[in-house]
């Protein structure tokens, strides 16, 4: 079955520190690709999508590739900060299901000033 | 403002003893989804529903119902909640059609303890 795999955590950085945190997938069809984040008592909340190889999302200075040929979409930040510290779920959706969501475990960050 | 609505938000209760867990979207969405969210399992879905009186399992239903008499509501009922039903639960909904790309939008939580 589909699954989505995600670095371990926490990722611990300073303030203004690069942010990669690695995503890949499994999947019989062509998914569609979503970062979710969620943040401390709240629940998740979309942070960018992208719905064919190639296609890059991006939102809040965060961003991620949808890389077919690596099955991967990995989430880039160039500069994190404090207000990013937060759990972030990798996720894919078939585009021929029923809007199922297949999360990763989840990896936490946590941003030092 | 648009939003989906989980009560109660924490709840303490003793195995066997049916609980209810609501949850309610103002947005028109026909398709409605629980999912349970365990330490390194992520989120699993429990079960969805695509319109009123249309639901079906997910990952993980054993032990859990739903129903969806109105398109706004979906209901998770735990007839005999057991100790392993502790978790937070996230309910969610989203438009359809166009299955799969459509962002789905999620409660706070409802973090459950099952003594």
């Known amino acids: 079955g589909d699954s989505v795999t995600q670095m371990e955590g926490p990722v611990t950085l300073s303030e203004e520190a690069f942010l990669t945190i690695n995503c890949t997938y499994t999947?019989?069809?062509?998914?569609?690709l979503f970062w979710y984040v969620q943040y401390p008592g709240e629940g998740l909340q979309l942070l960018l999508k992208?719905?064919?190889?190639?296609d890059k999302g991006s939102n809040k200075g965060f961003e991620a590739t949808y890389r077919k040929e690596t099955t991967s979409f990995h989430l880039e930040k160039g500069s994190v900060q404090v207000s990013d510290s937060a759990v972030y779920f990798c996720?894919?959706?078939?585009?021929?299901?029923?809007?199922?969501?297949?999360f990763g475990t989840g990896t936490r960050l946590l941003v030092s000033p | 403002e648009a939003q989906v609505t989980q009560n109660p938000r924490y709840l303490i209760t003793v195995t066997g003893k049916k609980l209810t867990v609501t949850c309610s979207q103002n947005?028109?969405?026909?398709?409605m989804s629980w999912y349970r969210q365990d330490p390194g399992l992520g989120l699993r879905q429990i079960y969805y529903?695509?319109?009123?009186?249309?639901?079906d399992k997910g990952d993980v239903p054993e032990g859990y119902k739903v129903s969806r008499k109105e398109k706004r509501n979906f209901p998770l009922i735990l007839e005999s909640p057991s100790p392993n039903q502790t978790s937070l639960y996230f309910c969610?909904?989203?438009?359809?059609?166009?299955?799969?790309?459509?962002?789905?939008?999620f409660g706070d939580g409802t973090r459950l303890s099952i003594l």
């Open positions: 969610a909904s989203s438009l359809l059609p166009n299955a799969g790309n459509q962002p789905q939008h």
């Open positions: 999947a019989t069809g062509y998914p569609s």
């Open positions: 992208a719905t064919k190889a190639d």
């Open positions: 996720a894919l959706s078939e585009s021929t299901g029923f809007q199922k969501l297949v």
């Open positions: 947005m028109n969405h026909e398709y």
């Open positions: 529903s695509m319109n009123v009186e249309v639901t």
